[in-house]
Each structure stands twice: as structure tokens, then as C-alpha cells.
């Protein structure tokens, strides 16, 4: 065991209450949301930011120590990277994004250039057992997965919104819609369901409203899947329930096709029968026509109202409108009519 002092702790470690010294072990077991000490050996120009557990996003240089957490990542428009196998101090590892996941990378996109390359330094360690100096590996989450109970959504309506694929608008629709509901008087709770752990977007819907709001990193999930995907969500949106919000609001990140679990929450009967409205968020009229036919095909969902750049305009407003026979309604220009469009959905016209 030796002790480290780090420069910046990553918002995927943001439940672990870690101090800038931590004790490192040089046994490293190769789990997803264990945490890990790396030394940075690179600089970057592009995407060379982390985000802190303070929620601040802090530039990163070679020499930095950071703490970050094990797993994968499969991003259309980042980086893609697996959990290594065995690890040892002194091997290389890549950051994958900007929450403080560290894999390896075998994919980056040109837009963000080659990933951060990082020196494994050992695993962080906590001590859980008061007056006595046995560390255990430190890992991601306030509580586990397991402990979540049956899924109840208490009668509390939800709001979901699915995009086409990864920046599709998703959270500035939900935050549109969050910011609208609470200037109408609505109590509302938000969360994130799936994608790799960043807590940038449950954060702008705090700033938009929320008075509370949950990703699935909170359960100890560092990237979603479809094996995990389900559970977390129905774990969130039970987890909001309890606390008696007027609306929850449900951001599933990534796309409707992708590996992050989207495709298999909507396959579960349970959560698909709480979605009070479903809003497609969509890059462009041609994903827009895709997605809205994989909701209605696929999952037998009508989306409420579509939204994203795809209507950025009134040339995709009225191809959507006309080709799909959906609203169109753009989340920054008019954010306003959004949310009273949702709270018509939810509650009918004099709500």
C-alpha cells in the first residue's frame, strides 16, 4: 500500500468521498466500476477536459493524477474502449470520456483526436471498517443495484425522451421541458438511464428545474447495456417515485440503435406501460422518419412530439409534419410551446 496525491478526482467517482491523498493498492482487479489512479503522458487540444466531482469541468495536462473509474464505452461520436483483462501498475490505459472512465481504446473519432494516454498507478482504496486499516478496492455508486426495490412509478407520470443517436438534442429538449413544467408549478424529479457516466446532463436539468435528479452511476453502473438497462431504469424511476413529484422526466442517452440498453427498455412491457409521453429527438427529417417508425413499429409507442435539429427549421419542421403526421416543436427557439405541448400530453389542454 502507498499513498498518492492526486490533482483532480472524476465525477464517475463522485459517491466515494475521496481525499487528494489516497492509498493505492498495486492489486488491480480488472471490474468494471472499481477506482483507479492513473498519471496522464499526454496533451491534447481537443476533448481534453474532465469533469470533477464538484461538477466543474477542469482542463487536463500530462503529469496530472487523476482517479478514475474501470469500464467500456461504445460511442458513435467519441471514443470506443473495453475493460481490460488484467492490469498491472506501470501499464496503459486510455481516458474514454470526460466523466473519468478508463479502458482500453480501439476506435476514436476523428473529431476528438486520439484519446489521453495513462499510466496505471493502483487501485484506490477505501476503509470501511472503523479502527482498523484493511482497504478494499473503492468503487463507483451510493448504493448497489441489488438493493433497488420493485418497480413502482406511483402513479407519477413520466416523460421519456429517445434520441436518433448520441447529440441528438436530447438534453436540451429535457431541460426545456423541466425548466417549463416548474414555471408552471410542477414538482419535478429527473434522471438518466443510460449512456457512459457523465453527470453534465442531470446537472443542466438541476439548473433547469429538477429538485432532484439521478443517473445510473448513482447504482454503481459505469457504462449501460442491455443486460443492465432495464433494471436501472425501473430502479430510477421507483427510486423518484417515492418522493411524490408531480412528472418524472427520462433521458435514455445514446440512440435508439446503439449498445447502451435503449432498445431494451422500451422491450420491457412494465416500463413501457409508465411512459406517459415519448419525445423523439432526432438530428435531421431522415432519422427523424426512422426513429418515429422504430417507436411505432419496433415498440409500439406514437412519440408525442418530435424535437432536436431535425427541427431547427421550418424546412425539417414541415417535412416532419407532413411525412410523419407529428408536431415538430425546436426545444432552444421555442422551449415554451415544448413544455406546454408535453403538459397538455400529460394532463389535457387546461392543465
Not at 492526486?6 to 492489486?27: C, F, N, P, T
Not at 463507483?140 to 421519456?160: H, I, K, S, Y
Not at 409508465?274 to 412519440?303: F, M, Y
Request: hydrophobic letters at 45%.
Amino acid at each position: 500500500m502507498k499513498s498518492v496525491v492526486v490533482d483532480k478526482i472524476a465525477s464517475v467517482a463522485q459517491h466515494s468521498d475521496l481525499a487528494d491523498d489516497v492509498r493505492l493498492s498495486g492489486e488491480i482487479p480488472c471490474e468494471e466500476g472499481v477506482l483507479v489512479a492513473v498519471r496522464v503522458l499526454n496533451n491534447k487540444s481537443r476533448y481534453n477536459q474532465l469533469e470533477l466531482t464538484s461538477g466543474r469541468m477542469a482542463t487536463v495536462a500530462a503529469g496530472d493524477v487523476i482517479v478514475g473509474a474501470l469500464g467500456h464505452r461504445n460511442a458513435l461520436r467519441g471514443y470506443s474502449g473495453k475493460l481490460p483483462t488484467e492490469l498491472a501498475v506501470g501499464d496503459t490505459l486510455q481516458l474514454l470520456n470526460i466523466g473519468g472512465v478508463l479502458g482500453l481504446c480501439d476506435s476514436a473519432n476523428p473529431d476528438v483526436g486520439p484519446p489521453f494516454n495513462c499510466e496505471v498507478l493502483g487501485t484506490v482504496l477505501h476503509f470501511p471498517y472503523l479502527g482498523e486499516r484493511i482497504g478494499v478496492p473503492a468503487r463507483v455508486g451510493e448504493q448497489n443495484l441489488d438493493d433497488a426495490p420493485q418497480f413502482d412509478t406511483a402513479g407519477v407520470p413520466v416523460v421519456a425522451l429517445a434520441g436518433t443517436c448520441m447529440d441528438s438534442g436530447k438534453t436540451a429538449a429535457a431541460c426545456a421541458v423541466v425548466s417549463r413544467l416548474r414555471q408552471r408549478g410542477k414538482s419535478v424529479a429527473a434522471c438518466k438511464a443510460t449512456g457512459v457516466s457523465l453527470r453534465r446532463d442531470i446537472l443542466a436539468m438541476q439548473d433547469a428545474g429538477a429538485h432532484e435528479a439521478m443517473i445510473f452511476s448513482d447504482f454503481g453502473i459505469v457504462t449501460t447495456t442491455a443486460s443492465n438497462g432495464p433494471e436501472l431504469t425501473r430502479a430510477l424511476l421507483t427510486r423518484l417515485a417515492a418522493n411524490a413529484p408531480d412528472v418524472i422526466v427520462l433521458e435514455l442517452g445514446d440512440g435508439l440503435l446503439g449498445s447502451y440498453g435503449v432498445e431494451a427498455i422500451l422491450e420491457d412491457a412494465a416500463i413501457r406501460d409508465s411512459l406517459t409521453a415519448v419525445l423523439l429527438c432526432a438530428n435531421d427529417p431522415v432519422s427523424a422518419w426512422g426513429g418515429a417508425r422504430i417507436l411505432r413499429e419496433q415498440h409500439q409507442i406514437e412519440p408525442a412530439v418530435v424535437t432536436g435539429p431535425a427541427t431547427d427549421n421550418a424546412v425539417g419542421i414541415e417535412q416532419i409534419q407532413s411525412r410523419m403526421g407529428l408536431p415538430a416543436i425546436n426545444a432552444l427557439a421555442n422551449a415554451v410551446e415544448l413544455g406546454d405541448h408535453v403538459a397538455a400530453a400529460l394532463w389535457g389542454p387546461d392543465a
